[in-house]
């Protein structure tokens, strides 16, 4: 009687949420080369991703956190919420210590800028899928490293991941208009999230929220 043959180990799942294609095709390498029988798929917003996550077994998600769409911290928390197994790992331009708060708070697994090199990703993959966490090198989770001396972080992880997005915009010197356009929400809400800043931070002024931004390196 011949023995069973071995369980061949299943594929990873694995799904890029990015609205670049150069970028996603650069991540899809990365993957299909050191996970050899991955199946990788793509989207370029915020509802594709959740769309797939709903439909599809993903175990590993590779998101920004700005999409045209949603905000990439929205869509983790989301994605999280239909698939509270999946592991989320964030690569994204911003190095902000408040965005890597965010996002571990949100649940995600790990955080890489988009600086990082191939190996890294690699082994950022290699790490979340077991169950660990990975931040990006030269950041610790907490900003600590970057965080100058007299600075008020310890009030950013009280502001949502829209808060944020409304503050950097309103920081680079956008509208409330175009803040909305951009966001896809109403002047109203737009200006209803820039009360609540105010609020939160003590402040007057759209000019104090500019400088507070500047001040605590909230924008590039």
């Known amino acids: 009687m011949s023995s069973a043959s071995p369980k061949r180990k299943a594929a990873l799942f694995a799904l890029i949420v990015d609205d670049h294609p ?4 650069a991540i899809r390498q990365v ?3 050191h996970f050899p029988s991955a199946v990788v798929r793509e989207a370029s917003t915020g509802e594709e991703a959740a769309g797939i996550v ?3 077994p993903v175990e590993l998600a590779v998101l920004d956190v700005m999409l045209p769409d949603h905000s990439g911290l929205t869509v983790l928390k ?3 919420q239909l698939r509270p197994q999946i592991k989320c790992l964030m690569l994204t331009i911003h190095d902000e210590p408040q965005y890597v708060r965010l996002a571990l708070s949100h649940g995600a697994s790990g955080y890489l800028t988009k600086e990082t090199a191939p190996d890294e990703l690699r082994d950022a993959i290699r790490t979340v899928l077991t169950g660990a966490r990975y931040v990006s090198k030269g950041l610790d989770g907490t900003g600590a490293s970057r965080t100058r001396p007299g600075s008020v972080l310890s009030l950013l992880p009280f502001l949502s991941a829209r808060e944020m997005e409304v503050l950097s ?15 896809k929400l109403s002047v109203k ?3 209803t999230y820039r009360s609540r800043l105010l609020e939160k931070l003590k402040l007057q002024t759209t000019a104090d929220l500019i400088r507070y931004a500047i001040d605590h390196r909230l924008v590039n």
């Open 169 to 183: 915009l309103l920081a680079k010197g956008r509208t409330a208009s175009q803040a909305a356009k951009h966001l």
């Open 22 to 25: 150069l970028l996603r095709l």
């Open 31 to 33: 993957i299909e080369h």
């Open 78 to 80: 989301r994605i999280k």
């Open 189 to 191: 809400t737009v200006s």
């Open 54 to 56: 709903r439909t599809e």
